[in-house]
């Protein structure tokens, strides 16, 4: 599953030996990509060009070594949308390409209803919604979105994204709350949304500490979205970068959260490099409604 960015900031360029090299703005970068077991196509000469390059360590941690003066927060546009790059110190910009081609669905997805019902009432759910990729997408097909995280910085990050997109007064509800404790709530209220999207992690806390395994937690939470679609449901849009977690995974859960209503696709996330190779970045299912 690959999209061809417009007017875009990033690049891959190579892949290779688990590592990829990116162009991400004004920087060339080289950060892990364990998936990634083959051999370079550029030369080494090229990988040598990178301004910096990310080393994990055995701990789960890792470091960046720079080759000059880089700057750590720059902006860059992707895919139609602006977003505030960080380069942390856990190896994370803040940007998936990969879900390109998934944002620019959800476009068409909520355009199309709209266009065809001539009606402005579109809600989506996004949960662990990161820096806000999915969220400002929606928003720009026109829905009312609800975008959730359970880490505030990341929630604030997300909304200096839409700030760049001049999207800050589009009717987008930043929360920070912990998935499974809102979904309750919304259930009590009687909430209903046309959409959901997740992207859940491996391993994850709430902000008051409550832990989420994927392994162990995903068919209830799946159960419990289900609870919170409209009678007009459109789309649940699930992706996963969790090791073997495959399309087919997802697949088959969406299908038990769905039963027999609707259609289900489902493939790899990937990036395309400049020469051509894609280089594999998570799963994806998606279920849509029977036309």
């Known amino acids: 599953m690959t999209a061809t960015p417009i007017a875009s900031d990033y690049q891959l360029l190579d892949s290779g030996n688990?590592?990829?090299l990116?162009?991400?703005?004004p920087y060339m970068l080289v950060r892990p990509a364990p998936q990634a077991i083959w051999s370079p196509r550029l030369h080494e000469t090229e990988w040598a060009k990178a301004d910096g390059v990310y080393h994990r360590t055995s701990e789960g941690g890792g470091n960046w070594a720079w080759k000059g003066k880089v700057k750590r927060e720059f902006d860059?546009?992707?895919?139609?949308?602006?977003?505030e790059i960080h380069l942390t110190?856990?190896?994370h910009m803040g940007l998936f390409p990969e879900q390109a081609e998934n944002w620019d669905w959800l476009r068409r997805k909520i355009r199309t209803r709209m266009q065809k019902t001539n009606d402005r009432n579109?809600?989506?759910?996004?949960?662990f919604a990161y820096t806000g990729g999915s969220s400002l997408a929606a928003s720009q097909a026109g829905a009312h979105v609800v975008h959730l995280d359970a880490a505030k910085n990341v929630v604030d990050w997300a909304r200096k994204n839409a700030q760049l997109c001049s999207m800050q007064d589009r009717p987008i509800r930043w929360i920070v709350d912990d998935a499974v404790k809102f979904i309750k709530r919304e259930q009590k209220r009687a909430s209903r949304y046309q959409a959901i999207i997740l992207d859940p992690p491996s391993f994850g806390r709430?902000?008051?500490g409550e832990v989420f395994k994927i392994e162990k937690d995903i068919m209830p939470l799946l159960e419990a979205c289900h609870d919170l679609l409209a009678d007009d449901a459109l789309f649940v849009l699930y992706s996963c970068?969790?090791?073997g977690f495959t399309p087919l995974t997802l697949a088959n859960q969406l299908?038990?959260?769905m039963g027999t209503q609707g259609e289900i696709e489902a493939s790899e996330m990937t990036v395309d490099a400049t020469g051509g190779r894609s280089l594999p970045s998570g799963a994806y299912a998606r279920w849509s409604a029977k036309s």
């Not at 990116?22 to 703005?25: C, F, I, P, Q, S």
């Not at 860059?76 to 977003?83: E, G, P, R």
């Open 255 to 257: 299908e038990e959260m």
């Open 122 to 127: 579109f809600h989506v759910l996004n949960l």
């Open 22 to 25: 990116e162009r991400v703005g």
């Open 241 to 243: 970068h969790t090791p």
């Open 76 to 83: 860059v546009l992707y895919n139609t949308l602006a977003f």
């Open 206 to 208: 709430g902000p008051q």
């Open 18 to 20: 688990m590592q990829k």
């Open 89 to 91: 110190n856990f190896g």
